[in-house]
């Protein structure tokens, strides 16, 4: 309910950017009253009100009839408003601009993700490796899966040698997903599809099979249904699901919300990550290449988030927050992994950091003020360069195989739409690959930062975009959005509907 009032005031104050030739109806919002019950829950010896609790039963009557005059509240509002086409073919016009994601390699193909512009999916694109970009084919079309667009993809891997794809569909939006096993030359289906999986990813172990989490299927309501017993499990091809293999989960003695299994690059370990909420995980680690081996204990407590970024051999490069709340990467023999023996590689600093490897390098994306930072580290830990980005804004990126020798990036800014670069990882020069053709002009904007003091005395940034010339006197439209949960900051990135707001004259702020 706040995010539908939150968008009604809005388009409530995008009014007042209108011109003054332009007559303003007032529209008049009489809002439905919600019931309110005496529920009271006691967390932790502290006595919580929560007076709407009945709305959690999404199979009421009252809870459909609730939600059926929310609605008519809502359209009866938004079907009113004088300039909604105008503001709609505006935004339909801006949106309809190609849209690419960064190229990578697997097997013999180049793929890329991509969107036409108005197109309610991105399309998977492939192309030979060498090939010029332009005989790139349609590989996968999520558009096409479902007549209604009822059915989307929700998540994609490809097998150590790139010939088989796995990918997962969701149907009606549901965290429910199936997985189905596609052969990559020929794009048939060559399994049976495995059902009722969730919270999952997928990661091949060599081309034989692949590992891949999922609760029990819960009785009655899916949506809100418990689901606090996550397991991991590993899927041989050729074989049916009832016959997967249970590989850690499944004990009432120790329950997991989440539990997450994945292959080194070089298929000598698997890792598992349990959590109980999402943050903070145990680590165990597997050797895949001595049948029947223990799983190893790295960590057997929650107070970090830490996670394998990469191996070489028994070495393992470990990005953690243990100790270490803006994260740094430390090293470890497979051997004897516990955090006693860790080793910094590149020490916690001032400012979060994440990192990512491609090219044989690491490179360490400090987010300093929500803008992008990026440095250049070698397999040893020697310092190689800071990486020249185009501007300040946001960088994406960077990830790719070993044996890569172009790594790819994203740069955007709340006033520049996202463009892919290309990176020398030997000589560190950057090379425009694709800039996106949109009908907006981002030198007539500007987007600048600037700090102000919380009332604990954090110091706290904010970007604030508009139109180059627009007097900052306190009495323009402004939308002031923020957003502060699960370790997720926000950082600059350009929108179509912001951008049509700053078209009208709308100042957009982000601290």
């Excluded at 609730?66 to 016009?93: A, M, S």
């Excluded at 899916?222 to 606090?228: F, G, M, N, P, Y």
């Excluded at 804004?393 to 990036?409: C, L, R, T, V």
């Excluded at 954090?458 to 402004?478: A, E, F, Q, R, W």
């Amino acid at each position: 309910m706040k995010k539908v009032m939150l968008i009604l005031l809005a388009i409530t104050t995008f009014s007042s950017c209108k011109t003054e030739k332009e007559e303003r109806k007032e529209i008049v919002v009489n809002y439905p009253e919600t019931k309110q019950v005496d529920t009271v829950t006691n967390y932790f010896g502290v006595d919580v009100k929560d007076p709407y609790r009945w709305l959690e039963d999404d199979r009421s009557a009252e809870t459909e009839e609730w939600v059926k005059t929310q609605n008519l509240t809502t359209f009866g509002y938004l079907d009113n408003i004088p300039y909604r086409k105008e503001l709609k073919d505006r935004l339909e016009k801006l949106w309809n601009y190609e849209k690419l994601g960064s190229p990578f390699t697997e097997g013999d193909y180049t793929y890329f993700y991509k969107n036409d512009g108005l197109q309610n999916q991105y399309v998977i694109y492939r192309y030979k490796n060498g090939a010029d970009p332009s005989t790139a084919e349609v590989f996968l079309d999520p558009n096409t899966f479902k007549e209604d667009g009822t059915i989307s993809l929700g998540g994609a891997s490809f097998s150590k040698d790139g010939k088989t794809l796995a990918y997962a569909i969701s149907e009606g939006g549901s965290d429910w997903r199936k997985i189905l096993v596609m052969n990559a030359e020929t794009k048939e289906i060559i399994e049976d599809t495995l059902i009722d999986v969730k919270f999952s990813g997928m990661s091949w172990y060599k081309n034989e099979g692949f590992y891949y989490s999922s609760y029990d299927k819960p009785e009655g309501s899916e949506l809100s249904a418990k689901t606090d017993q996550h397991k991991v499990y590993y899927h041989k091809l050729g074989t049916s699901q009832s016959e997967d293999e249970l590989i850690y989960g499944g004990t009432d003695a120790e329950k997991h919300r989440y539990i997450y299994g994945g292959v080194t690059e070089d298929n000598r370990y698997l890792l598992i990550s349990p959590r109980v909420s999402t943050s903070g995980n145990k680590l165990y680690i597997k050797d895949l290449t001595t049948p029947n081996s223990p799983l190893v204990t790295i960590l057997d407590h929650t107070d970090s988030d830490t996670y394998l970024i990469d191996n070489v051999g028994s070495k393992l490069y470990l990005v953690t927050t243990l100790n270490a709340p803006n994260q740094k990467i430390v090293t470890v023999d497979a051997s004897n992994p516990t955090p006693e023996n860790w080793v910094d590689f590149i020490p916690e600093a001032e400012y979060v950091l994440s990192p990512s490897t491609g090219g044989g390098y690491f490179f360490a994306e400090y987010m300093v003020d929500a803008v992008s930072k990026v440095k250049q580290y070698d397999y040893n830990g020697t310092f190689i360069r800071d990486v020249e980005l185009p501007g300040v804004g946001n960088a994406g990126g960077f990830g790719g195989k070993k044996e890569d020798k172009i790594d790819y990036y994203s740069f955007t800014n709340y006033n520049t739409p996202s463009s892919i670069y290309k990176y020398d990882v030997e000589t560190g020069t950057s090379e425009l690959y694709w800039k996106p053709s949109i009908e907006f002009n981002s030198a007539d904007y500007e987007s600048n930062q600037v700090f102000f003091t919380s009332k604990d005395g954090t110091k706290v940034p904010m970007i604030i975009t508009h139109k180059k010339g627009l007097k900052l006197n306190g009495k323009n439209p402004t939308i002031l959005y923020g957003y502060g949960g699960f370790n997720i900051s926000l950082n600059p990135s350009f929108s179509i509907t912001n951008a049509v707001w700053m078209e009208q004259g709308g100042i957009y702020a982000v601290p």
